[in-house]
Nanobody, 126 residues
Framework: QPVESGGGLVQPGGSLALSCEFS????????RGWFRQAPGKEREGVAI???????MYAASAKGRFAIFSDHAKNAIYLQMHNLKPEDTGVYYC??????????????????????WGQGTQVTVSS
């Protein structure tokens, strides 16, 4: 399964980078990305990248977060800037091995993802 790292505590306005390694998955796995679950809320899509490098972002993440992949390391990364308290939550790495789904109607649908990491906690607080 995917393995996340890089979570932690950061002050509002700060930056944090998350990593996810996909040991056991071919680098051709189609769509990979990040979801998060805030306390008391449902899990939601944050950002994804497909095998062609197409990306999709939640409205709350646009302009602040950047997702990119490293095929040599079989990993993806999420660079987060100008973090806000509402970004607090458990961040999950996910993979869809069946298709590229970087479209508005599909990218955030959890049922399309067949591999999930255990999650890493991100807390934005002063």
């Amino acid at each position: 399964q995917p393995v996340e790292s890089g979570g932690g505590l950061v002050q509002p306005g700060g930056s944090l980078a998350l990593s996810c390694e996909f040991s056991g998955y071919t680098y051709l796995a189609h769509t990979r990305g990040w979801f998060r679950q805030a306390p008391g809320k449902e899990r939601e899509g944050v950002a994804i990248i497909d095998s062609s490098g197409n990306t999709m972002y939640a409205a709350s993440a646009k302009g602040r977060f950047a997702i990119f992949s490293d095929h040599a390391k079989n990993a993806i990364y999420l660079q987060m800037h100008n973090l806000k308290p509402e970004d607090t939550g458990v961040y999950y790495c996910a993979v869809c091995t069946e298709a590229d789904i970087a479209t508005e109607s599909l990218w955030a649908r959890e049922d399309y993802y067949n591999g999930w990491g255990q999650g890493t906690q991100v807390t934005v607080s002063s």
